[in-house]
C-alpha cells in the first residue's frame, strides 16, 4: 500500500564494501529522486531521472551508480563505501501540482535507507 | 554562501503557542515555495505550497512569501504536541524539478 518504498530499512555495512538501495513507486509517477540527509537534517538532491532517463547529476563521487530499469523503480548502488557516507538516503517521486501554468512537482518521500558505514 | 538559510534550532514551545518558522534565499529565479514535515525517523512530506508572493492559508498553518525581500515564512497557530517534527522549507524555479531544501528547523511542542 505504500506509495513509495525503500529496501532496507536499515544498513550496517564495512568500509570499502559495495551495497545497494532499492526504491520503487507505485504512483504512477515519471519521475525519481535520490537524496541524502546528513546528521545535520540537510537534504540534498543527488539525482532524478525522468522515465529511465538520467536529468539531475548533482556533484557526487563516482562511486554512486543509479539504475532505473523502469520508470517505477530507481536503485542506487554504493562501490567502496567510506565512513563519510554514513546518512539517511531518501527516494522520492513527483506529481505535477494541479492547476498551476507550469508545474512544479510535488515530491513524494520514502521513509528513508539509514546506511551506518563502520 | 547557501542558497537558502534555514535556522536549525532547536525550537521548543509550549502547546498553544504560535510559532513562527522561517527561510531566506538568495535565488530570484525560485518561483516555487514550500515547506515539508518531517517526523523522526520518516520521510519528508509536503505541507504547503505557494507560487509567487503571497499568503496561504490551511487550518493552522499559514505560508508567507515575500520575493521582494526574498523571505518565506509558516505559522502555525494553537501548536499542538502532535507538531513536534523537523519542518523544511524547499524551492524551485518554474519548470524545474531541483528542489533546492533548507536545513530543517527542529521543532518541539510541549504539553
Known amino acids: 500500500d505504500t506509495a513509495v518504498s525503500q529496501t532496507p530499512k536499515y544498513l550496517v555495512t564495512q568500509m570499502g564494501n559495495d551495497k545497494s538501495i532499492k526504491c520503487e513507486q507505485n504512483l504512477g509517477h515519471d519521475t525519481m529522486y535520490w537524496y541524502k540527509q546528513d546528521s545535520k537534517k540537510f537534504l540534498k538532491i543527488m539525482f532524478s531521472y525522468n522515465n529511465k532517463e538520467l536529468i539531475i547529476n548533482e556533484t557526487v563521487p563516482n562511486r554512486f551508480s543509479p539504475k532505473s530499469p523502469d520508470k517505477a523503480h530507481l536503485n542506487l548502488h554504493i562501490n567502496s563505501l567510506e565512513l563519510g557516507d554514513s546518512a539517511v538516503y531518501f527516494c522520492a517521486s513527483s506529481l505535477p501540482i494541479p492547476g498551476l501554468r507550469e508545474a512544479h512537482n510535488e515530491q513524494f518521500f520514502g521513509p528513508g535507507t539509514r546506511l551506518t558505514v563502520l | 554562501q547557501k542558497e537558502v538559510e534555514q535556522d536549525p534550532g532547536p525550537l521548543s514551545v509550549p502547546e498553544g503557542a504560535i510559532v513562527s518558522l522561517n527561510c531566506t534565499y538568495s535565488n530570484s529565479a525560485f518561483q516555487y515555495f514550500m515547506w515539508y514535515r518531517q517526523y523522526s525517523r520518516k520521510g519528508p512530506e509536503l505541507l504547503m505550497y505557494?507560487?509567487?508572493?503571497g499568503n496561504k492559508e490551511d487550518g493552522r498553518f499559514t505560508a508567507q512569501v515575500d520575493k521582494s525581500s526574498k523571505y518565506i515564512s509558516l505559522f502555525i497557530r494553537d501548536s499542538q504536541p502532535s507538531d513536534s517534527a523537523t519542518y523544511l522549507c524547499?524551492?524551485?524555479?518554474?519548470?524545474?524539478?531541483?528542489?533546492?531544501f533548507g536545513e530543517g528547523t527542529q521543532l518541539t511542542v510541549n504539553p
Open positions: 505557494t507560487y509567487s508572493s
Open positions: 524547499a524551492m524551485t524555479g518554474i519548470g524545474g524539478s531541483r528542489l533546492t
